[in-house]
């Protein structure tokens, strides 16, 4: 019989990445693809979801990614990551977007995700991922709008 993992906080799994966007990531308006925002969201995510559960994840939803403003050539893209729900092998993780225009020190928030992944084991079968221990009123509430999420997830299946 395995020990119980012991619970964590999202402040012990938080992520973040900073990428320089250059031409070769946008298209000819200067905007950056959306496609490479949502790749840099898993990343960030499924590493925060690494990070929590200290095995492989891999993604089996996501949830939402809402747009909010582009991306363009030039800005400082970061992306912030942190675990919001944890089930019993199952790990959601919330993903928030900004880009930077480094000359004049404008930040702008640019889109929201959601992502689940499922902690595996050496075999590839789903492992027990620690629980999460919320420990701010923040994190309490981002703790109970997942469980809504997730059941809403269920009901849609």
Known sequence: MTDQPQPKTPSESRVILSQLMGPGQANTHGNVHGGLLMKMCDEAGGMAATKHARHPVVTVVVDSMTFHSPVHIGNLVTCTAKVTWVGRTSIETKVIVTAENVL?????????AYFVYVALDENGRPVPAPPIRCETEDEIDCNE????RRDARLQNR
């Open 145 to 148: 709008r997942a469980a809504k």
């Open 104 to 112: 004049t020190g404008e930040i702008v928030h640019t889109n929201s």
